[in-house]
């Protein structure tokens, strides 16, 4: 077992629950920084690992159980079924390559037209939600490329938050919300192999929140 293995572990739960790092930590009713990439290393730069309580109370605010945990720290990519929500309904999916194209999103946001697949969709209320496959590792290691997301438009949208945005010249991109005022929104990518971006508001078309993974 390797320390990288179990902040993987704890990266994918959050990401199973449509969470930042810091928003699992706080639903655990730990401290927000707690599973900040920051706290990960020590002073002296030896890998710091988490502790047994914050793991329990991971376990405890996500309903995942022990030996779902053990699986993700094991180099599973998704909780086993049963272990995650359960399914109620089926979203219109398509790939990233394709979201930036014309004719898949109505001027809000919505998934238009007949050319969409479909997936299975955990129980979320939104009735416009839909599904992106990830293409690329900006997004790694809580992403891969070939992942689904779920997307909903009107979900609250909190700094932290994985999202997806798409500007006004038709990119569309999946990152986490660093920051965002009246004027800009700064944009991070998680994978440090990717630049970060910043965008004026008037520059964005959409920007809608990742509220679920099936990876």
């Known amino acids: 077992m390797k320390h990288e293995d179990i902040w993987r572990a704890i990266d994918t739960l959050a990401a199973e629950n449509g969470l930042s790092a810091s928003g699992l930590a706080k639903r655990s009713g730990l401290d927000s920084t707690t599973f900040n990439p920051s706290k990960r290393i020590m002073p002296d730069g030896r890998a710091r690992w988490p502790s047994t309580e914050s793991v329990a109370k991971v376990l405890d605010a996500t309903g995942a159980s ?8 094991s180099g599973a990519r998704a909780l086993a079924s049963g272990g995650a929500r359960s399914i109620s309904r089926r979203v219109p999916l398509i790939g990233f390559a394709q979201a930036g194209g014309e004719g898949y999103f109505d001027d809000g946001g919505y998934p238009v037209g007949g050319s969409w ?27 891969r490329d070939g992942d689904q997301v779920i997307v909903s438009p009107s979900a609250p949208i909190r700094r932290g938050d994985r999202v997806v945005v798409r500007t006004g010249n038709g990119q569309v991109m999946a990152k986490q919300l660093a920051r965002r005022s009246a004027r800009r929104v700064d944009l991070k990518s998680l994978n440090p192999e990717h630049p970060d971006f910043s965008f004026d508001l008037s520059e964005v078309t ?3 929140r990742i509220v679920w993974a099936s990876q």
Do not use: K, Q, R, T
Request: net charge negative; proline share 8%.
């Open 206 to 208: 959409w920007m809608h």
């Open 117 to 143: 697949d479909e997936v299975s969709l955990p129980e979320i209320a939104d009735p416009n939600a839909y599904a992106l496959e990830i293409s690329g590792d900006s997004m790694e290691p809580v992403f």
């Open 66 to 73: 022990l030996e779902s945990f053990s699986a993700l720290v």
